[in-house]
């Protein structure tokens, strides 16, 4: 069984920044390779992608994210991080980090793409 284990949240004000950290345990099966993303959901509002990545290190942001926020994995892939700087008030949400096994990692969006959640962090931005 996958299991994800996310960690660096916290509060923070307008324009500081946070690290979030996702730990991927339990596959298995050799042929497949964890496809790590971070998706986030704020009070009210469905849960979105904020940054995904394919095999071979394509990553994916909304457009609004993409100069501030950064995916990227240890060389095990077995951990991926996100760097968010400039952090605003409409960023503060629970964010959680999301895996599907593949053989080719395609960095989709979409929430039903994937099939294991970690527990999610908390990152509350005040000003």
């Known amino acids: 069984q996958v299991q994800l284990v996310e960690s660096g949240g916290g509060s923070v004000q307008t324009g500081e920044s946070l690290r979030l950290s996702c730990a991927a345990s339990g596959n298995t099966d050799r042929r497949y390779e964890y496809c790590l993303a971070w998706f986030r959901q704020a009070p009210w509002k469905e849960r979105e992608a904020v940054a995904t990545?394919?095999?071979?290190?394509?990553?994916f942001y909304p457009g609004t994210l993409r100069d501030r926020f950064t995916i990227y994995q240890d060389n095990g892939k077995n951990t991926v991080y996100l760097q968010m700087n400039s952090l605003q008030l409409d960023d503060t949400a629970m964010y959680y980090c999301a895996a599907e096994l593949a053989t080719y990692c395609t960095g989709a969006f979409r929430t039903d793409r994937y099939n294991y959640w970690g527990q999610g962090t908390q990152v509350t931005v005040s000003s």
């Open positions: 990545m394919t095999t071979g290190g394509y990553t």
